[in-house]
């Protein structure tokens, strides 16, 4: 039985690291953290196993607790600090996404999984949807040819989420970019098997931010919380040439929507999610668009069923732990994408390129 530990009882933790937990029936939750210890008495009550406690302090939970597995589903600004505190009580981690605030503290992470010889996973469900695994297969067996030019895109018309410490940059440290932009580029990183930036080049934008009873999804946001940026656009050059376009946005005038998205174009043949699963090419001196067709693909977590990514996401994980399976996530993978985001606002900041060495 692997015995695991929830730091962090609010919304992705409900949404969908307990939900899924709780179909395996090899794991159990013993422990369960929140700096309001009525939301980790809640979850408890949910989700825990006969014995489990609740805890105000994860440093308690881990000098205390007899667990395997520690799930990090806190803000942004805590993810490194309770990670490495995690890996060095012994613990492996599967922390939310992104995996830091800044790329030092990610690459602590990574610093501190390899010291302590302990697994350290981030949670791109999105890898796991229907869709992106078909995809990622296309790409693994080289159909696509070289992919020199990709879009990644998370683009939200009016969705800005008004709960929580979203719209606080201390807390978070970045908006649309770092909360959904890092999904798009995770993907779109991960079909071209390419980890290696060049330079950026980004911009954001804090242009609705300042509106006062906007229209939105979850209601109007107030303008002295929204301390992020409401869109943010990346051009990112890769060693080799390769050229990927990253966008973003929580609130934007367009009809072109699109969360969690990649387009992909090579010397053979090109792919895209823009609207469903298309892959296009040449053939016989005539150009083909070829539609796939998977049933619900890029059905998101909050509809568990057999292919709900995050029911999958958490057994590759429980088996990377059990069986040390390889980590469909690394570690080293999730950095590279903390440090293309942050490079985006540092080259948004000073308005120059940020070159990688």
Same mark, same amino acid.
């Given at each position: 039985?692997?015995r695991?530990?929830?730091?962090?009882?609010?919304?992705?933790?409900?949404?969908k690291?307990?939900?899924a937990?709780?179909?395996?029936?090899?794991?159990?939750?013993?422990?369960?953290?929140?700096?309001?210890?009525e939301?980790?008495q809640?979850?408890?009550?949910?989700?825990g196993?006969?014995?489990?406690?609740?805890?105000s302090?994860?440093h308690?939970?881990?000098?205390?607790?007899?667990?395997?597995?520690?799930?990090?589903? *806190?803000?942004?600004i805590?993810?490194?600090?309770?990670?490495?505190a995690?890996l060095?009580a012994?613990?492996h981690?599967?922390?939310?996404k992104?995996?830091a605030?800044?790329s030092?503290?990610?690459?602590?992470?990574?610093?501190?999984?390899?010291?302590?010889g302990k697994?350290? *996973?981030i949670?791109?469900?999105?890898?796991?949807?229907k869709?992106?695994?078909?995809?990622?297969?296309?790409?693994?067996?080289?159909?696509?040819g070289?992919?020199?030019?990709?879009?990644?895109?998370?683009?939200?018309?009016?969705?800005?989420p *008004?709960?929580?410490?979203?719209?606080?940059?201390?807390?978070?440290?970045?908006g649309?970019?770092i909360?959904?932009?890092?999904?798009?580029?995770?993907?779109?990183?991960w079909?071209?098997?390419?980890?290696?930036?060049r330079?950026?080049?980004?911009?954001?934008?804090?242009?609705?931010?300042?509106?006062?009873?906007?229209a939105?999804?979850w209601?109007p946001?107030?303008?002295?919380?929204?301390t992020?940026e409401?869109?943010?656009?990346?051009?990112?050059t890769?060693?080799g040439?390769?050229?990927?376009?990253?966008?973003?946005?929580w609130?934007?005038?367009?009809?072109?929507?699109?969360?969690?998205?990649?387009?992909?174009?090579? *010397?053979?043949?090109g792919?895209?999610?823009?609207?469903g699963?298309?892959?296009?090419?040449?053939?016989?001196?005539?150009?083909?668009?070829?539609?796939?067709?998977?049933?619900?693909?890029?059905?998101?977590?909050?509809?568990?069923?057999?292919d709900?990514?995050?029911?999958?996401?958490?057994k590759a994980?429980?088996?990377?732990?059990?069986?040390?399976?390889?980590?469909?996530v690394?570690?080293q993978?999730?950095?590279?994408?903390?440090?293309?985001?942050?490079?985006i606002?540092?080259?948004?900041?000073?308005?120059?390129?940020?070159?990688?060495?």
């Open positions: 039985m692997i695991v530990g929830i730091i962090g009882c609010g919304g992705i933790a409900n949404a690291h307990m939900p937990l709780a179909q395996l029936p090899d794991v159990e939750m013993v422990a369960f953290c929140d700096i309001k210890i939301r980790a809640k979850a408890l009550l949910e989700y196993a006969a014995g489990a406690r609740a805890y302090n994860f308690t939970l881990l000098a205390h607790e007899n667990i395997d597995v520690i799930h990090v589903c *806190t803000p942004n805590s993810h490194a600090v309770i990670s490495i995690a060095e012994g613990k981690v599967m922390c939310e992104p995996m605030k800044t030092a503290e990610a690459q602590a992470m990574v610093d501190a999984a390899q010291r302590t697994k350290l *996973t949670g791109y469900q999105n890898r796991f949807r869709d992106s695994r078909y995809l990622h297969q296309v790409c693994e067996n080289g159909d696509l070289e992919i020199y030019y990709a879009k990644a895109k998370a683009i939200r018309r009016r969705a800005v *008004t709960w929580g410490v979203f719209l606080d940059e201390e807390a978070q440290g970045g649309p970019l909360d959904i932009g890092t999904h798009a580029l995770d993907l779109t990183l079909m071209m098997g390419n980890y290696r930036p330079y950026v080049v980004g911009n954001t934008y804090h242009k609705l931010s300042s509106m006062k009873d906007a939105n999804a209601g946001w107030d303008p002295e919380q929204f992020v409401d869109s943010a656009f990346g051009f990112i890769m060693e040439g390769a050229t990927i376009i990253l966008e973003s946005s609130a934007l005038n367009t009809l072109d929507i699109g969360e969690a998205k990649t387009a992909l174009s090579g *010397t053979k043949g792919a895209d999610m823009l609207d699963l298309r892959i296009n090419g040449e053939a016989y001196g005539a150009t083909y668009e070829q539609r796939i067709q998977l049933g619900a693909d890029g059905v998101d977590f909050y509809d568990a069923t057999d709900d990514p995050a029911l999958l996401e958490a994980w429980i088996a990377a732990v059990r069986d040390d399976t390889p980590l469909v690394t570690p993978q999730a950095l590279v994408v903390t440090q293309i985001l942050e490079a606002y540092q080259s948004a900041a000073t308005g120059q390129p940020v070159y990688f060495s």
